[in-house]
């Protein structure tokens, strides 16, 4: 999860280990802590960029969720960015993403070491 101010600066970058889990349940739990982060820090606004297209198109009403376990998180995040008084959804390439990649293969990287 990474998050920048209006002006581009880096406010927060964390990764958190999830333990074995899929792709899709990891990219919602990462957002969820991200919007976690930005309502702590007082954000009124929000941008979201997610490389995961599958995750913006169900937050943006284009796709329906139909793994049933994606639906409580697909619904929490849903509850969660009501919290702000606006926010966006976008896709980007995983390339464009490499600051948020990296702090997820940071927390795998911690919890291996540590066992």
Do not use: C
Not at 57 to 65: D, M, T
């Amino acid at each position: 999860m990474v998050l920048f101010d209006p002006q581009g600066r880096l406010q927060a970058n964390k990764g958190r280990y999830l333990g074995e889990t899929t792709n899709n349940v990891a990219e919602y739990q990462a957002l969820l802590l991200g919007l976690e982060e930005a309502h702590r820090l007082g954000v009124k606004q929000l941008r979201v960029l997610a490389d995961s297209e599958l995750m913006v198109k169900q937050l943006s009403g284009r796709y329906r969720v139909k793994a049933p376990h994606l639906i409580p998180l697909w619904r929490e995040a849903l509850n969660t960015l009501k919290k702000f008084e606006a926010w966006a959804i976008a896709h980007v390439p995983r390339e464009e993403n490499r600051l948020a990649d990296e702090a997820a293969n940071r927390a795998i990287d911690q919890k291996a070491a540590a066992r």
